[in-house]
């Protein structure tokens, strides 16, 4: 069973940086893809950023030159750096992991930018 937890969300200003953790357990971490999902009120989930087991990276247009996506194989972590941020990045956002069984996905945590 995989256990996946996020951590990192909070209040932020316009602006401002938050660097969101995916603390995995229960598979091999480094044969894992791992993504970023966000879901905003009234909105339908969207995928932010997605890392291979190689370690190439893509990212949705709109937070592409923003956010970083990376991951330590050693500590099994993924982050989400986010930075320059806006009211229009206020969502749930989700660590998604997929090793060659299962796809998994933690619980969330809520990042909301606001003045």
């Known amino acids: 069973q995989v256990q996946l937890v996020e951590s990192g969300g909070g209040l932020v200003q316009p602006g401002g940086s938050l660097r969101l953790s995916c603390a995995a357990s229960g598979t091999i971490f480094s044969i894992c893809d791992i993504n970023w999902y966000r879901q905003a009120p009234g909105k339908e989930r969207e995928l932010v950023a997605a890392i291979t087991t190689d370690g190439s990276t893509n990212y949705a247009d709109s937070v592409k030159g923003r956010f970083t996506i990376s991951r330590d194989n050693a500590k099994n972590t993924a982050y989400l750096q986010m930075n320059s941020l806006t009211p229009e990045d206020t969502a749930v956002y989700y660590c998604?992991?997929?090793?060659?069984?299962?796809?998994?996905w933690g619980q969330g945590t809520q990042v909301t930018v606001s003045s």
């Open positions: 998604n992991i997929k090793d060659l069984w299962r796809s998994s």
